[in-house]
């Protein structure tokens, strides 16, 4: 190996190998001993007097049971003299106007109190996801704004999904390294090495690592630093529970904005005084645009360039994400954002939305899924599941499923190619809704209904009937739509008759019973039709 002159600052590897020894407790003369390197040697390599050999570097991370962290400190410096330490700070400006998100902020604020309490034996790491355009970046962007200054070591950002491409480790661990401080010539070939180094270099360091769009876990794992007093602030549209159960990360999950807050951002985007905008104009738009951030910014620059027909646009489902982009910008296109979420599925859980999207306006129960998918439960669960995942689709409550507004939009989109499919699993659920909703009626008018238990069937109890018509009341008016879509008339008009006298069984009294002695069969006012 060449000889370097010495330039009076310490190498990379003479500041590791001083590290490991004084962390070993152990002196120069005890190291010497052990790797056959005079006394004197040893202390002018660690003070950058002299390079460090191969031979040395193999030696001392033995000896000092390094697991190659000293040889990846040679291999990265190559003896020559370390420089002073960057301070990274990669940070890109925050989204403006920002709206809202006090109980997201303060919770992030929270998970930051608790890690900085507690401490811990690696870094901490928060997750923010949701939906595409609910605003993760805008909020991360916000809040690491905040605290950047309570951390001495830096701020690296990273856009793990750069124009929609998952980026490579290797590749994003190479830009980290040459934001501290390290050469591109000095960088580790393999992506394990490069991990190393930076959790090496971040060993003695604070810094605050965002990664913006992450993919997977695994994806994120390799830029974890190991040693604590770091964060790593982490957004997705995937829940990234692998993160959570192993990694202990704690997770803040967004939704859309209220309606207060939607037409508040809508306002300052638009300057709302200046144009004149009626109130009533905005809370149409904002609703219409599902109180989605990134739809609202959009939809408000359209406004604001005086985009005629912003209001009539947003209402017609055909051009409806056609007006909600930003000219050829990618990032500022709600469909190009929807689009990134469902190419990442596999076939089966793709014909799932497709077919949800119809359906789950209101809330879908699983046993209604698995009737549209055509499969059992536990099939539909994990198909559902696998969309609840990455917030193609949410649970309102436990069990039940419903699409956002725009994402219906958007799976309608795609039901157009594949629409015999989609109509065959509606009609399949038109029929169970009619078939259920029947039994619903005939439990309810029963006259064992005063004793409570029924018998078998969907509704052994009259509760059982009761809650099941109480859930799926809108549902129920909304198959009847549906029904005359396709053109299904028996189906919609045997719906229309059930459903009528359920609201009037529900909504007629105080006491279900007292409706039920008109309309229970024998009391001479029993409703048209064998139910």
């Known amino acids: 190996m060449q000889e370097h002159k010495p330039t009076g600052g310490r190498t990379l590897f003479g500041s590791e190998l001083h590290a490991h020894r004084t962390g070993r407790k152990m002196s120069l003369q005890a190291l010497a001993n052990l790797v056959h390197y005079s006394k004197g040697h040893l202390s002018k390599v660690e003070n950058g007097e002299k390079p460090a050999s191969s031979q040395l570097a193999h030696s001392c991370d033995e000896a000092l049971g390094a697991d190659g962290e000293l040889l990846l400190a040679y291999q990265a410096g190559l003896g020559a003299p370390r420089s002073q330490p960057q301070r990274p700070a990669q940070l890109p400006l925050s989204t403006m106007p920002f709206i ?53 070591g830096g701020v690296l950002f990273y856009d793990l999904r750069p124009g929609g491409v998952a980026a490579d480790s290797a590749q994003v661990l190479a830009g980290f390294l040459q934001a501290l401080g390290i050469r591109a010539e000095e960088i580790p070939q393999e992506a394990v090495e490069r991990a190393a180094l930076y959790r090496t270099l971040l060993a003695k360091r604070r810094v605050l690592v965002v990664l913006d769009n992450a993919v997977s876990a695994e994806q994120v794992r390799p830029q974890l630093p190991s040693a604590p007093g770091s964060l ?33 951002l809508f306002r300052q985007v638009t300057r709302q005084r200046q144009l004149g905008v009626a109130p009533a104009t905005v809370a149409e738009v904002v609703g ?101 995942q990455v917030h193609l689709v949410e649970q309102p409550s436990r069990g039940r499923y419903c699409v956002h507004r725009l994402l219906r939009v958007y799976a309608a989109e795609l039901a157009a190619v594949d629409r015999q499919q989609c109509d065959e699993g509606s009609r399949r659920l038109l029929e169970w809704y009619q078939r259920t909703a029947q039994e619903a009626l005939r439990t309810l008018l029963s006259p064992e209904h005063d004793g409570g238990v029924v ?77």
């Open 232 to 264: 790593v602030l982490v957004g997705s549209r995937d829940r990234l529970p692998g993160l959570v159960a192993r990694n202990g990360a704690v997770r803040v999950t967004l939704q859309p904005l209220s309606p207060n807050e939607s037409c508040e």
């Open 100 to 152: 809202g998100r006090t109980m997201q902020l303060a919770a992030l604020d929270a998970a930051f109190d608790r890690f900085r309490t507690k401490g811990g034996e690696a870094a901490a790491v928060i997750v923010v996801d949701g939906m595409a355009g609910v605003g993760k970046t805008a909020l991360m962007l916000q809040w690491a704004h905040r605290v950047a200054e309570q951390f001495p």
């Open 288 to 388: 219409r645009c599902g109180h989605l951030p990134l739809a609202l910014r959009i939809a408000a620059e359209s406004m604001l360039a005086g985009a005629q027909g912003v209001l009539n646009g947003l209402v017609s489902n055909a051009v409806c994400l056609d007006l909600l982009s930003a000219g050829n910008d990618e990032g500022a296109s709600i469909r190009a954002s929807f689009e990134q979420s469902y190419r990442a599925l596999d076939d089966e859980v793709a014909h799932a939305f497709r077919l949800l999207g119809r359906h789950a306006e209101t809330g879908t129960s699983l046993a209604a899924a698995a009737v549209l998918l055509d499969t059992d439960e536990v099939t539909a669960w994990r198909r559902l599941d696998a969309l609840y």
């Open 455 to 531: 018998g078998a069937g969907s509704f052994p109890t009259s509760e059982h009937a009761w809650r099941w018509c109480k859930a799926e009341e809108s549902n129920l008016r909304l198959a009847i739509a549906h029904a005359d879509r396709l053109n299904m008339d028996a189906v919609s008009i045997e719906l229309s008759d059930v459903t009528s006298i359920l609201s009037l069984l529900r909504h007629g009294s105080r006491s279900p019973s007292d409706p039920l002695e008109r309309l229970r069969p024998g009391s001479g006012k029993e409703p048209v039709g064998s139910y």
